[in-house]
């Protein structure tokens, strides 16, 4: 295990996270259809959820990003530093994070949209859920969430590697970092938006505060299918989709900077180098059994 890596990605997590969250919960609300206007509220309200959340994603966004370096580390003398490194990486680290990911997202998502108190609070959203719907009711939008986030990390490291060898090389390596980061989102966030947000609305389609919207978001609940007929039925032209897309461009942007500049600033990504060096010890190795 990569210690360095490992604490890198738990300082972009808790970094990015304290600066970003009430953006994440604005872009939460424009995606469930749960939003209040901005000043209506307390600004406290827009941090409700921020300690569990920061406490259960950090562990879960450090084993995504170490698992992504050791993946890309081990692909590279096979493949290269290629896009179909930056993919097969990408793909590897969300099927070994998702199982983690699952129940944290379905977590904060109902802690961000609550309109009371009680809503907000974690453990009664944990009693909740286990109570009507169980351990599944945790792993709400599982397969889904698959769906989603597997091209959208495909996407996004492909972009992300490019756009960070297509940078000045005077930058220091996190400014690189932070520009890969924001092409890379703002990329995979346009193309992927539609299926984040029927996840979104499918994961929280039970709680109270969605039961209050009442009308067809109550049907929500019945299933993927139903949500997605919800969505197209609620804008001309399958607009709906992309509901609340500018508000998660407007978080997913900067956390993403933040994040990858400071992940890269504590542990910079020497895999490729290492991998060509290591090839090119092993070739001179041959050279000298020869």
Known sequence: MDVQTLLASCYASIFSRLICYPLDTIAIQHASSTRRPI????????????????VLVTP???????????SKASLIPHFGDTTTTYLLAGTTAELASSFVWTPLEVIKSRLQISSTSKEGSLSENLKDIWRTEGIRGFYRGYLLGLVVFIPYNGIWWTVYEHTKKAAPRDWAISSQAALGGCVATMTSVCCCHPLDLIKTRYQ????????RVGGERLEDARGITKVVRNVWGEKRFGLGFYKGLGARLVYATPSSLISMAVFEYFSPDRTAEMALSGSLQDGGLEEERL
């Open 39 to 54: 000043f209506s509220v307390p600004l406290r309200t827009y941090y409700r959820g921020l300690l569990p959340s920061t």
């Open 60 to 70: 879960a966004i450090s084993v995504y990003l170490t698992i992504y370096r050791q």
């Open 204 to 211: 929280v389609a039970t709680t109270a505060t969605v039961g």
